[in-house]
């Protein structure tokens, strides 16, 4: 069956790195573009950065746009997602999911938790 197993996240303070990993299985990775989403507490699940199936193209919102890297290794069925300087309000629940048209296609994983703080 189709699954996303999100890692990486953790506790870091403001300024500080992440780097968030993806692991996808269950379809033909290498044929979707893959997105990154989050959730802040008491918020809606919000679009962060997509990349197409071949990795040649990127999108980000502008909330994270110059801090935020999205990339992909098709070899390893996996998406990543380099964050730098970190921001308090970046502190939400991170997921990946593939694409169809303008919408996730899931089902959603666990996804890893984010916090930044002092």
């Known amino acids: 069956q189709v699954q996303f197993v999100e890692s990486g996240g953790g506790s870091v303070q403001p300024g500080g790195s992440l780097r968030l990993a993806c692991v996808a299985s269950?379809?033909?990775?290498?044929?979707?573009?893959m997105s990154w989403f989050r959730q802040a507490p008491g918020k809606e699940r919000e679009l962060v950065a997509t990349?197409?199936?071949?990795?040649?193209?990127?999108n980000y919102a502008d909330s994270v746009k110059g801090r935020f890297t999205i990339s992909r290794d098709n070899a390893k069925n996996s998406v990543y997602l380099q964050m730098n300087s970190l921001k308090r309000e970046d502190t939400a629940v991170y997921y990946c999911?593939?694409?169809?048209?303008?919408?996730?296609?899931?089902?959603w994983g666990q996804g890893t938790q984010v916090t930044v703080s002092a």
């Open positions: 999911i593939r694409r169809a048209g303008l919408g996730p296609f899931g089902p």
């Open positions: 269950g379809f033909t990775f290498s044929m979707y573009t």
């Open positions: 990349i197409n199936s071949a990795g040649g193209s990127t």
